[in-house]
C-alpha cells in the first residue's frame, strides 16, 4: 500500500518557520517527482514547491520563493518542506503529493496524495 504521510504542521507566528515532513511508504520513488500543494479556505488548491526524487531539479511558486525550501532524505525516504518567514497568507493545510516519471509539475496531475496538514500563521 502507498502511502504518503505528512507531519509537522501546526500554529505559529507571523515570521516564525515550520519543517512539513511527508513519510513515504510501500515503494520506491526514484524516478518520481514530488511536490507540495496548499489549499486556503476558501482558495482553489495550488502548487508550492516540487522536486525530483534525485534532488538534482526544484522549482517554487512565486509568493514562498526566497523562503520555503524543499528538500529529500532519501535515506529516510521523507520529503521536507522548510518553511522560514511564515506569513499570514501561508495558512492552508498543506498536501504532499508525487508522480512517476514527471518532474518540476506545477499541474495537480499527480499519481499519490497524503491527506495533508494543517499550518496555521497567526499575525
Known amino acids: 500500500q502507498v502511502q504518503l504521510v505528512e507531519s509537522g504542521g501546526g500554529l505559529v507566528q507571523a515570521g516564525g518557520s515550520l519543517r512539513l515532513s511527508c513519510a513515504t511508504s510501500?515503494?520506491?520513488?526514484?524516478?518520481?517527482?514530488m511536490a507540495w500543494f496548499r489549499q486556503a479556505p476558501g482558495k482553489e488548491r495550488e502548487f508550492v514547491a516540487t522536486?525530483?526524487?534525485?534532488?538534482?531539479?526544484?522549482d517554487y511558486a512565486d509568493s514562498v520563493n526566497g523562503r520555503f525550501t524543499i528538500s529529500i532524505d532519501d535515506a529516510k525516504n521523507t520529503v521536507y518542506l522548510q518553511m522560514n518567514g511564515l506569513e499570514a497568507e501561508d495558512t492552508a493545510v498543506y498536501y504532499c503529493?508525487?508522480?512517476?516519471?514527471?518532474?518540476?509539475?506545477?499541474?495537480?496531475?499527480?499519481?499519490?496524495w497524503g491527506q495533508g496538514t494543517q499550518v496555521t500563521v497567526s499575525s
Open positions: 510501500g515503494r520506491a520513488f526514484s524516478g518520481f517527482g
Open positions: 503529493a508525487a508522480r512517476e516519471g514527471v518532474v518540476n509539475s506545477r499541474r495537480m496531475a499527480y499519481d499519490y
Open positions: 522536486i525530483s526524487w534525485s534532488g538534482g531539479s526544484t
